[in-house]
């Protein structure tokens, strides 16, 4: 069992900052490829940014690619969200989720991979 924690969601201006953070707890964190995926009112999930389980390989959407930056500290069990330049548009709730049982170096952007998930952080980015 892994349980995941998000923080660092708020309020931010059209062009500004925020970086969101997942504290993971529970299992080995190095064993998780890790992702981030966001949910507008009235939208499906969406898949933003996955990193591998060792941190070098990554991918991201393409309307966040250039802005968003997803990283990891396996010492710490955490995972970031770096996001700059943000749009009004980005808007939504964001969660992170983990998946086990993969290789080092596979990243996944399905989100019905992936098999524990955090409760949410809200992100709200004005004009």
């Known amino acids: 069992q892994v349980r995941l924690v998000e923080s660092g969601g708020g309020l931010a201006q059209a062009g500004g900052s925020l970086r969101l953070s997942c504290a993971a707890s529970?299992?080995?964190?190095?064993?998780?490829?890790m992702g981030w995926f966001r949910q507008a009112p009235g939208k499906e999930r969406e898949f933003v940014a996955a990193?591998?389980?060792?941190?070098?390989?990554?991918k991201y959407v393409d309307s966040v690619k250039g802005r968003f930056t997803v990283s990891r500290n396996n010492r710490n069990n955490m995972m970031y969200l770096q996001m700059d330049n943000v749009e009004p548009e980005d808007t939504a709730v964001y969660y992170c989720?983990?998946?086990?049982?993969?290789?080092?170096?596979?990243?996944?952007?399905?989100?019905?991979?992936?098999?524990?998930w955090g409760q949410g952080t809200q992100v709200t980015v004005s004009s």
């Open positions: 529970g299992r080995t964190f190095s064993q998780f490829g």
């Open positions: 989720a983990a998946k086990g049982g993969i290789v080092m170096s596979t990243v996944i952007i399905d989100p019905a991979s992936y098999n524990y």
């Open positions: 990193i591998s389980r060792g941190g070098s390989n990554t």
